[in-house]
């Protein structure tokens, strides 16, 4: 109840234009830092493990998109252009705090450990895939490095992170929970329930969006129109600030305050990191449909993996060699990892069943006996199902 | 053992289970200090406190979210939704969330600590807005479990194994009976079991199956069909989704004759998959049509619901149609 | 993209806090002006229109009450405390701008001109309600007076009325649309849903909370964290304007205001009305269990019926006798509309199926002759279903 | 007439649509300059401008709440959906809201105009989030008529007659078939009925019933039964909701064995409802029991969805077993 507020006595109209939001930002392009900036306490360790994950991450996306172009993958979804924003903000947590993400997010990942087999048996849906080949490309999950398994409806994620970090909340061992999404998935009205519901319920919770610009086709221009996201968060009286997405430095510091507002206050954080997609919405979309060159080219500038680069050159940490020594590296590693994937069987028959429940309910263990039946009858038809099949070892495979 | 209503089975259920397992938490709206609008968690906040008993902020598809969220983190996530009628705002969340997250996820990270509690169904004056039954919608979902309680005993004793359950369960309440049935219940703790129908009623020469509020009007037009001569086997489903097939299919072997009724309107309701499902394992055995006795393919009226529910004189009607066929 | 707004260098986080939104107010209780605050033009007549129908829906409010104390009716929902925030807002629309309320705006109706019938027909879901007994009591609608038929699932016909807006807009007849509802609903995705797509849109709607501290026994301070419902307009970019809900004077002027900005420039705008439900949530409800009673005593000290009455005698336009002169007669009104309502039949059998579709479907048409048959065998077991056939007239009723 | 693709007839049905009638309205999520993810708005806007053709948030509650608004005024709302994966954040509005807005009002209101188009189906390597058959729930809704087309020429007929019904209806669009299927196509303007079935192939020992992306399905699968002997009837239904229980009773009665095939999951699918209707209607008649052949009761899978999708080879399997019963 707001009526102990002041009170006046003419009708004045705002719309929050009053107040501008500003951007968080400590790194220039060329690697030095604004005037008055000053870096966050980063070791050469961390820094570099940060930058080998933005640089997996690149070049892992270079890779998989030729795979794709190649026909060897059905589907790729490429973070290029927005490395800085994931990994920067996952590097200012705690390993072990969950992470919530959107699809974009393979840095996270990469900077947490999952391996080049890891992510290949995903995107390849072969049988050692952790989601055993039901998810399309890229829906990459690991209890291990906590961070829950991709789920293609938009903006779900966002109030399962409010109650994932409300029982961390209950648990008390310090931890918390960060939520990656797009500015398009902030339209959905799960994300107006999740902010309003982290707020009430005072969790440990960190909301990242990316705002890249675009929503597929649709530009920020047509997706709102207000100043960004940001200003939601006044809505929910909630912490946020804005952070030049391709400034790792600053979307390392922001997340790393946010973290401390989260669990040492129990009070939810928004930040907005303003970025770009470099890359195509996905390897289906072409973005010359919606987009000019020009524009592409501007933010090319920005690139927050070179912007990064220079600064660690100036730092003495890095120089032109180890970059390409490096890329080589991966390179290499992600091809011999791709053949691997590609190698390995199929998942069996039987996973069709599996998980749907903790135990398969006898109705569906019919269902998948008759198939296993049907494609014992017909197995040229069927050479994934009948390479899956419990005795295709002992058949010699298919 | 307590002669007690259902409403008093149901808070005691949800006390049981707070009681001895620190994980589990209730929410939902009006759920806090108030005790929710029917009254189900009464007194839990006073018990447990404001961290394991809250009220939400009025957004279903935000409440589903969060529980989702607080089962995956590993606790007991008991949601209330005020209505049955008002759990499509949360349809996503269920539909695509809930019922598939294990799977997607090959078995990493689940959702089995959800239980989903909501009042369904008509008979109290509520209009198409406070009388619906969804439970056809969710049975058609692989991943969810789906109970329906009859009575007080069941109610407590369903509620507790559904909370248990490591897969998430959609728990649907029959509010018209929610003071009318009361009957023994015993104190403190047991279970009754998921997926299995019971027989109410043993019988010669029909079947007649349903579940929830449906079923005092079942053994109603069971009893008034005896006084014919006509002696009716009563089941219970008690889950739709899994559903014990080989009851229903056992005493149709038996009887030869299958009556099916439900609140829901007929097109797509449940009634349809046990009739698809029966007169194909019991073909042979079936000497009339399988009937449903169902809602109209409307929307829940309300001056004239008594005439749009599948009353006992409804049942009886499709009981005679079936054994004259 | 905010890129270019201001840049920093150290992360400074905001909440909002820093700016208030005050309360626009005109009226005190005892009906005399704020000082410095100047009442909108208002003529005698309109004045006294509104009042009416403020007083006219307390008063049905009172009757109706006790009329489902006594079992007349199945359940009942008052407006009592809010009417200066319906009626004030509805007298400053167009009598054919559309509204589309939540349940609590029956001053809205009342001050439109539906007539004691058409209230209680719809009360007592008999064959003369629009609604043809369908709907709980309470669930007015009206063709003739722009009202939209009440849905019972909250927030829903806050996107539909961005929707009808935008109709209103293409049609340039230079109509708008209001939505009605309570900080509660405002809760719902769709609420998010309705204010971005209204901005972005630029539709001509004017969005209306009534902030009256209780969503059933919800209090607002466990509805949301924030400052009110105001604020989030700052999300969307979005006009807004706080006002004392029980002030008619303030709540009048202010959507006038408010209807100017949306018609004249094809921009949404947010009011928040500050008021109190002073009745129960409804006839199913007992407020005891949740608040106390120096809360709602205190409220009732600013009851808004006082205080437009008190204004309208400071005015020479009202009077003691006038008002005890208008309270009997509307309430002998009601009671004579009540009695005829009740004696009305209810709504056919045949009722049951229409307007499911624009024409009844076959397999529906065999439903109903099939339930016809039925309850022709057992016309003692269903009464009103007997009275409603075809033949009801000709049997001489059942 | 033209050969052209089914995402072409359905563009040429939108674009015959607004330019007949100035009421038609198109928008959904990337459905603007852009054309829609699959184009089937492909230079609508272009035409017709900004106002009749946009770009919405990325919200789908929204799209519908507003969508049913805009038709309540008086406007024919063309809403997409990306995908029909995509439709359940929006199940409220259409379930509670555009199915019961008519009756609710007593006719005073409605959304008549509303269409929404959304497609559907597996087939594409789409996993569990790209693939569903959602139309099974819809189908359990009264006030909701629910359309899916097989080929262009239907696409486009049905399509002009959905936009111009006076009912809300919900448009699938099988996905797999797009680009896929291609055929002769009016220039133009013309309606194809809602609600009635077709025969699109006259048999005799047996019939065969689907709808959208299954029916060349099913046809493969009667050409596959030719070439044994086994004659049958081929018919799609066109229209779910209301559906067409005569044609296919018709054609049982001749027939006496009916095999139906969905790619949703079994359990509470759609031809749950129509093996209940016709084992009622046809009982006498039948001469074996009714086979659904359909997905499995799982979420839908990617690396074998081959395996999962009930093909023309299940389908064979499912009317030899229906002959040799
Ligand atoms: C509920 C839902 N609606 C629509 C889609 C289809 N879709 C996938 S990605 C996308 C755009 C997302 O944009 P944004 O959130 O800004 O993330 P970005 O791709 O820019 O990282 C859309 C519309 C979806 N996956 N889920
Ligand atoms: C979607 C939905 N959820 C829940 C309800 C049950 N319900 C009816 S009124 C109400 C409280 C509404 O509070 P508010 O919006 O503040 O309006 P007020 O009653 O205070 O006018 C609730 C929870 C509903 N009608 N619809
Ligand atoms: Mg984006
Ligand atoms: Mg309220």
Redesign the pocket.
């Known amino acids: 109840m707001a009526l102990d507020t002041s009170t006046v006595h003419a009708p004045h109209f705002m719309t929050g234009d009053e107040w501008q939001i500003p951007t968080f930002a400590l790194l220039r392009q060329d690697g030095t830092l604004y005037d008055g900036a000053e870096a966050p306490e980063l070791s050469q360790d961390k820094a570099l493990r940060i930058y080998r994950a933005m640089r997996f991450t690149r070049v892992l996306d270079e890779r998989m998109l030729a795979a794709q172009r190649q026909g060897r993958l059905s589907f790729y979804l490429q973070c290029t252009g927005?490395e800085a924003s994931v990994v920067g903000a996952t590097a200012a947590l705690q390993d072990d705090d969950m992470i919530m993400a959107?699809?974009?997010e393979q840095g996270a990942l990469a900077y947490r450990g999952f391996s080049i087999d890891e992510f290949m048996n995903q995107l390849f849906g072969n049988a050692l895939d952790y989601g055993k080949g039901r998810q399309m490309p890229i829906h990459y999950g690991s209890a291990e490095y906590h961070y829950m398994t991709i789920s293609?409806?938009?903006?779900?994620q966002i109030p399962q992170a409010v109650g994932y970090a409300y029982g961390q909340k209950l648990d008390e061992e310090g931890r918390c929970t960060i939520t990656f999404?797009?500015?398009?998935?902030?339209s959905?009205g799960d994300f107006h329930a999740a902010l309003n519901m982290a707020s009430v319920h005072q969790v440990p919770v960190i909301f990242l969006c990316?705002?890249?610009?675009?929503?597929?086709s649709?530009p920020t221009s047509e997706?709102f129109a207000a100043d960004g996201i940001a200003p939601r968060a006044f809505g929910y009286r909630m912490h946020v600030i804005r952070v030049d997405g391709n400034d790792l430095l600053a979307v390392y510091q922001a997340t790393l305050a946010a973290r401390r507002i989260a669990v040492e206050h129990n009070k939810p954080v928004l930040i907005e990191a303003m970025t770009y997609?470099l890359a195509a919405?996905?390897s289906s979309d072409d973005p010359a449909g919606y987009r000019s060159q020009q524009e592409e080219a501007a933010w090319r500038e920005k690139d927050p993996l070179a912007r990064m680069r220079h600064w660690l050159e100036r730092q003495g940490w890095w120089d032109e060699d180890q970059e390409r020594q490096q890329e080589e590296q991966l390179r290499g590693e992600i091809l011999a990892g791709m053949k691997r994937a590609e190698r390995e069987a199929p998942p069996p028959l039987a996973s069709l069943v599996s998980d749907v429940y903790d135990q398969v309910p006898p109705a569906l263990a019919e269902q998948l006996a008759a198939l296993e039946a049907h494609v014992r009858r017909y197995p040229d038809h069927y050479p994934r199902g009948a390479a899956g099949l419990d005795d295709a070892a002992t058949q010699g495979g298919q | 053992m307590a002669h007690i209503n259902m409403l008093q089975a149901i808070n005691q259920a949800l006390d049981v289970a707070m009681q001895s397992d620190p994980k589990v938490i209730c929410f939902g709206e009006d759920v806090g200090s108030f005790g929710g609008v029917f009254r189900a968690t009464s007194h839990l906040q006073e018990k447990y406190g404001k961290a394991r008993c809250f009220n939400t902020p009025l957004v279903e598809q935000g409440i589903v979210g969060f529980a989702n969220g607080l089962a995956a983190q590993g606790h007991k996530a008991v949601a209330e939704i005020q209505f049955a009628d008002y759990i499509y705002p949360a349809f996503?969340q269920i539909v695509n969330e809930s019922a598939k997250f294990r799977y997607r996820s090959g078995n990493l990270f689940d959702v089995g600590g959800l239980t989903i509690r909501t009042p369904y169904g008509g008979g109290i004056s509520g209009g198409h807005y406070h009388s619906q039954s969804p439970e056809a919608y969710f049975a058609h979902t692989p991943g969810l479990k789906v109970v329906v309680p009859r009575n007080p005993h069941q109610a407590k004793g369903l509620l507790l194994a559904s909370i248990r359950d490591p897969n998430p369960v959609l728990f649907f309440e029959p509010k018209r009976l929610y003071r009318a049935s009361s009957g023994e219940v015993p104190e403190g703790n047991y279970q009754l079991p998921l997926g299995e129908a019971e027989v109410v009623k043993v019988g010669r020469d029909l079947t007649l199956v349903a579940w929830g509020a449906q079923m005092p009007i079942i053994e109603e037009a069971a009893e008034l069909a005896e006084g014919e001569g006509i002696s009716c086997e009563v089941i219970d489903l008690r889950s739709i989704l899994p559903w014990d097939r080989d009851c229903v299919a056992d005493s149709v072997f038996k009887t030869g004759r299958l009556v099916i009724s439900h609140e829901a309107p007929l097109t797509g309701g449940f009634a349809a998959e046990i009739a698809a499902t029966i007169q194909q394992r019991c073909f042979l055995y079936l000497e009339s049509p399988i009937a449903r006795v169902t809602g109209l393919d409307t929307p829940f009226p309300l001056t004239l619901e008594k005439e749009y529910l599948p009353d006992a004189l409804k049942v009886l009607e499709a009981i005679r149609a079936s054994v004259n066929f």
Request: aromatic share 10%; glycine share 10%.
């Open positions: 927005e959107q699809y974009r293609s409806p938009l903006a779900t999404f797009g500015e398009g998935a902030a959905e990316r705002n890249n610009g675009y929503a597929i649709t997706q997609r919405h996905s | 996503d």
